[in-house]
């Protein structure tokens, strides 16, 4: 892609001697939209906080366009923020919230009207200047925030779980239009969030992080379809993830079976884990199956049918249109393509297995506002 | 149920119209009598010859209030700084001082700056010779700023305390320096703890009359220490009595002024 705009060199860095981020080294391209992914307290917060110059990393060095900047102070920097709360200045209303970087500048006030209704505008919010921030609507108060960051054509613009706050219709309208001014705008987005779907649907690349490393860096479909390890696989949406054992190239040998895979370069027969998405599971007759099981839970997602299938007491998550009857036999048909083969990780055994079915895995969409409020101390 | 709820402000109330409804009836009572019971308007004619002692009183209750504010703001600014655990101690340190008497800390702010007083006797030792510190207008302001600096500091800490961090980095976001967050961010945003801190130490300031007997000179006299002599040495209860009311007045205008201010924040806020 084109030019390199941030670079992190082996950042590290600590809150009272714990460590939140390990070595971190990241690229990001001008006019890419990246997204740090990850659960609460994974350090993709404290990322974007060195980012904008309000934590300075314990070692390592940020360069911004090929300059080093880590001892700019965040108003030096060409770099706006969108808050996870949006911190719009209460004693403002929006025209004056908007306004306010530009008049920092101290720019004549021709200009900033013109910018600053020209920014309104993009973010449909002409006719609200006078409104006080207070008396707006959540997606209202983003849209402001939006506003006042772009108003001062950062370079880089960092967003920090801006939809955090939203109900889902909403956060869904507002990632299309994030997405559309980011390319309208030709602006670089470094977006921080713990939703994989948002992270899925809107970047260029993602970049998984667990516990203060960088788990994996990759297009939607790559982080998607070749997980490097557990944690990717389960986090980014539902996996099956089995113990198997790679023969030799392209077979592969799980459940007492082997099976034809497209992956290669492992040493002959090495531990490795097999992920299986379960919409990649084809139910099929008993007596057909290579891998035979009985359903022992059933929900209904709208879409599909959500089945657990205990094999030989490893359970496994199937999706599918078609219903079963609760307690049936039934058999899996799993394509090549389909099996996705990891290298064993200090992950391997802990995700993958949904023995322990219950609503809970459903919930990982809420809110992690503790992530970043638990760093300010 | 709504009467219910009124019902738990019912010792309140009562307190209220026995010690303040009551009393007030009887201040406007007498100062719209004379002594023999008959209405007559003179007791408020009389105003006119302590106008002057009226506007000195606002004057130094005003520069008391300035001089707290000025001290006070860095001072709450610093505590919220500070890590929570610093912070209720550091409060505590400002309380201390209003848990002793406030006839004692005047008094010891006598022993500390009178003729023979410690501060005098210091500076003679070195040689400096001695200074009439008290007596005098600015001994007032003193005083007056000692004992009501906690009542300026607490509101101040009270708004401080609760601006969301996350203003301050969103400031610096968009450009602002350190000098810049504080003129355009933090300083708007306190203007409610400022009002309700210059009231606090205006109010009880405009109306004192221990602080200058004990610290003023007989030139210095406030309109507290005028009011306490017509009932106690004069005992023209009409005059004291009209003075109240007038002082009661012009306090009430000042905090309708200082409350327009706070008043058009809040529009702002809502």
């Not at chain 1, 980012?51 to 314990?58: N, Q, S």
């Not at chain 1, 306004?99 to 209704?117: N, P």
């Not at chain 1, 909403?170 to 705008?185: A, I, S």
Request: glycine share 6%.
């Amino acid at each position: 892609m084109s030019k390199e705009l941030i670079r992190l060199a082996d950042v590290t860095m600590a809150y009272d001697g714990e460590p939140v981020l390990r070595s971190i080294c990241l690229d990001v391209n001008d006019r890419e939209f990246v997204t740090l992914l990850g659960p609460s307290g994974c350090g993709k917060t404290t990322t974007l906080r060195i980012i904008g110059g309000f934590e300075t990393p314990l070692s390592g060095d940020v360069f911004f366009d090929g300059v080093r900047i880590n001892d700019l102070p965040p108003y030096k920097r060409k770099v706006n923020t969108i808050f996870q709360r949006y911190a719009l200045f209460p004693h403002l209303n929006v025209f004056e919230n908007v306004a306010f970087g530009l008049r920092v500048q101290k720019l004549d006030e021709a200009e900033i009207r013109s910018r600053v209704f020209d920014v309104l505008e993009l973010v449909n919010l002409r006719g609200y200047e006078r409104r006080s921030v207070n008396a707006l609507s959540g997606g209202q108060q983003q849209r402001v925030a939006i506003a006042r960051a772009l108003v001062c054509r950062p370079r880089l613009l960092l967003l920090d779980e801006p939809l955090g706050a939203l109900d889902l219709r909403l956060r869904k309208d507002m990632q299309v239009e994030l997405k559309r001014l980011q390319q309208q705008l030709e602006i670089t987005f470094l977006y921080v969030t713990h939703d994989q779907e948002e992270a899925l649907s809107m970047s260029d690349r993602v970049v998984v992080m667990d516990k203060g490393v960088i788990q994996q860096v990759g297009t939607p479909e790559d982080i998607y379809n070749e997980p490097k390890n557990a944690f990717v696989a389960d986090f980014i949406g539902e996996s099956n993830i089995i113990d198997g054992v790679m023969l030799r190239d392209r077979l592969v040998e799980f459940c007492g079976r082997r099976f034809e895979c497209l992956d290669a370069g492992f040493a002959p027969n090495e531990p490795v884990d097999v992920v299986i998405r379960p919409e990649d599971i084809d139910l099929i007759p008993y007596e057909a199956g290579f891998i035979r099981g009985t359903v022992t839970n059933i929900t209904f997602k709208g879409v599909h049918y959500e089945f657990i299938v205990d094999v030989a007491g490893f359970k496994w998550l199937v999706q599918s249109t078609d219903y079963r009857e609760l307690g049936s036999d039934v058999g899996f048909v799993i394509n090549p393509e389909d099996i996705h083969i990891m290298k064993k990780s200090e992950y391997s055994g802990l995700f993958g297995d949904y023995s322990s079915f219950s609503q809970e895995y459903d919930e990982d969409t809420e809110p992690a506002a503790e992530d970043s409020d638990e760093k300010q101390s | 149920m709504k009467s219910r709820v009124k019902l738990l402000a019912a010792p309140y109330l009562a307190w209220l119209l026995i010690f303040t409804i009551v009393p007030l009836c009887v201040v406007v009572y007498f100062a719209f009598t004379d002594a023999d019971g008959h209405v007559t308007l003179a007791n408020l004619g009389a105003m006119r010859d302590y106008l002057p002692t009226f506007a000195d009183s606002l004057l130094l209750a005003a520069i008391s209030a300035a001089i707290c504010l000025l001290i006070g703001y860095p001072t709450a600014y610093a505590i919220t700084r500070a890590p929570a655990s610093r912070q209720r101690f550091l409060i505590l340190l400002i309380m201390l001082p209003m848990c002793m008497s406030f006839l004692l800390r005047t008094l010891a702010l006598v022993a500390l700056l009178e003729d023979q007083g410690i501060l005098n006797n210091i500076l003679s030792a070195v040689g400096l010779g001695r200074v009439t510190l008290i007596r005098r207008p600015a001994a007032v302001v003193a005083g007056m700023v000692y004992n009501y600096l906690p009542y300026m500091i607490m509101p101040l800490h009270s708004v401080l305390v609760k601006l969301d961090g996350k203003l301050i980095e969103a400031a610096q976001d968009l450009g602002c320096s350190r000098l810049r967050v504080l003129l355009r961010v933090i300083l708007p945003l306190s203007v409610p703890g400022i009002i309700s801190g210059v009231t606090m130490v205006f109010v009880p300031a405009v109306s004192t009359f221990y602080i200058s007997k004990k610290l003023g000179g007989t030139s210095t006299a406030m309109i507290g220490d005028i009011i306490e002599s017509q009932f106690k040495t004069s005992y023209n209860l009409n005059a004291g009595a009209a003075m109240s009311l007038v002082l009661m007045i012009i306090v009430f205008i000042c905090m309708g002024i200082m409350n327009r201010f706070t008043g058009d924040s809040e529009v702002d806020l809502l």
